[in-house]
């Protein structure tokens, strides 16, 4: 409808991973506005629908972005404790995989590097022609650049001090962008709605990635001046 929403490509299922698409009408207003697991509109019984409106998200993002950063701001040291021993055994075991996929990148790196340059002498020697040279080539380089690209993202370490950075420069967030989303949040995930034991009511939750620091459990009022 010629916009592209703020909260696009940031939204998945937290049970198959599929992403979310955005469900609206013309004339609609941006309350009835909603989100539904791809899995579940595209594949019958693949998955259930995880549907959340667009206005629950921002109203829980906007609360959820202003308390952690207000809390790395006025408890600077406390935060990145609480990162760091909330995220230590995770950080490891994401590191393993990473240096897992960082090795494996860069040993298919270097036999990339051996067939191209087997390819290219065998082309120079006429034993193939220009034309499947181009073509292999084009193909091998194409797969180089992917995996350099992905070395790239792995060594990116998560890190407490790049998190901070973004909270300085964002001093006084009051409503969401598409632009403070993306410098924020990694990912969200939606969980299917649960009913509340003895009522009538659904509880509906959210789990928000930070960039750099991953999925983090705020202290409320209480807990801090305890």
Known sequence: MGEMPILSGMLFCADCGAKLYRVRAKGWTHEQEHLLCATCHKIKGGCTSHQIHNVQVEEILLRELKRVTSYAREHEEDFVQLVTRKSEKELNRQLRDSNRELAQAEARIGK???????????????????????????????EQKQLETRKSAKEQRLNTDSFLGMVRKYTDISEL??????????????????????????KQTIVIYWNFIGAVEIPDEQEKTA
Do not use: C, H
């Not at 709605?193 to 009538?200: A, C, F, S």
């Open 112 to 142: 990339l590097d051996v067939i191209m340059q087997r390819f290219y002498e065998d082309n120079v020697a006429g034993k193939i022609s220009d034309e499947r040279y181009t073509r292999i080539s084009a193909s091998y380089e194409t």
């Open 177 to 202: 962008s598409a632009e403070i989303i993306r410098s924020f949040v990694e990912r969200i995930e939606v969980l299917q709605t649960e009913k509340i034991p003895g009522t009538r009511t659904k």
